[in-house]
């Protein structure tokens, strides 16, 4: 392993424009260049790099703790990066100010892989909640904001008042999605959006994604172990193996990099098996 103490410190070399949000496309919606995380003594991360181009639905596949949630949280500047620097929307997440994060946030959603609701709040208010924490909006521009994210993601109103624990799973990672979306953000992450769901939910799940990255124009970055939710959703999958990404393109470009993990992953009986349900699916793209 390389040695630290040799790699330079973190630094993103200076801002990428003039403190201005940059949300036109013009650079990368995600750019990291030699990022290291570490805890204590472990790595996780080593010189990885990775670029999100604006649009597009970009899979982060590994094995266990490769540290890919670790990688969202960089990018949703939860972690501090040892060295490297990671860039949403232009900006150095973690050298920016409280402010200039908080207005970073209110551009992106995040799904988490539970769901993550308040059980205390009814599914109006979980979803109200970002809304409200703006201050800015008017109560009963909220309520219609909501039942509109409701309808978004075929939520009818009658499940407003209900509480998270009268949700089925499914349901759940609708309201979830619902509350991601409020503020209408330019940036999805999800963290293993159909862990928990049974074949059909997740199906009608990926389609939902599928559709509103389509209507609303969103890039969407994604954890995921699923190989069918992968397969039917990612336009890249950038893959993480020791310590960095690895592999990087379209699955056909990742297909052709020879490496353990993708043998084992998109090559062993359950990579073959939704590689045949894709091929079936659509036998016109192959
Ligand atoms: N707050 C933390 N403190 C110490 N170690 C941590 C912390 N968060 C994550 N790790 C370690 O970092 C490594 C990567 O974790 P991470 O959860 O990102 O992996 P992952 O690829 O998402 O795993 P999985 O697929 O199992 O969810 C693991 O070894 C984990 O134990």
Redesign the pocket.
């Known amino acids: 392993m390389a040695n630290p103490a040799l790699v330079p410190e973190r630094s993103c070399g200076g801002s990428r424009g003039d403190g201005e949000l940059t949300l036109d496309g013009s650079v990368p919606i995600v750019e990291i260049t030699g990022l290291w995380t570490k805890?204590?003594r472990?790595v996780?991360h080593q010189d990885l790099n990775l670029e999100i181009r604006q649009g597009e639905i970009l899979s982060i596949v590994?094995?266990?703790?490769?540290?890919?949630?670790?990688?969202l949280?960089q990018m949703l500047g939860l972690e501090t990066p040892a060295r490297g620097c990671v860039r949403v929307f232009g900006e150095d997440i973690s050298e920016i100010d409280a402010t200039q994060l908080q207005q970073l946030r209110n551009h992106w959603g995040m799904l988490f892989q539970q769901g993550a609701l308040y059980s205390a709040l009814t599914v109006l208010e979980n979803i109200a909640q970002p809304m409200r924490e703006l201050h800015a909006l008017p109560e009963d521009l909220i309520v219609d904001a909501v039942l509109l994210k409701m309808n978004m993601v075929g939520l009818g109103p009658e499940h407003a008042n209900k509480m998270p624990s009268d949700l089925s799973g499914g349901m759940v990672k609708r309201v979830a999605l619902a509350r991601a979306l409020a503020l209408e953000p330019k940036l999805l992450f999800l963290d293993e959006p159909t862990a928990g769901l049974d074949p059909d939910l997740s199906e009608a799940f990926v389609s939902l994604i599928k559709s509103l990255h389509r209507e609303l124009g969103l890039t969407v970055v994604m954890?995921t172990?699923d190989l069918d939710t992968l397969f039917a959703l990612s336009t890249r999958i950038a893959v993480?193996a020791e310590k960095h990404v690895i592999a990087l393109g379209t699955l056909e470009e990742v297909l052709q990099v020879d490496h353990p993990f993708v043998h084992e992953f998109f090559l062993g009986d359950r990579g073959r098996r939704a590689l045949e349900a894709l091929n079936e699916k659509n036998p016109q793209e192959q």
């Open positions: 805890y204590g472990t996780v590994g094995g266990s703790g490769t540290g890919k949630t670790t990688l949280r954890v172990h993480l």
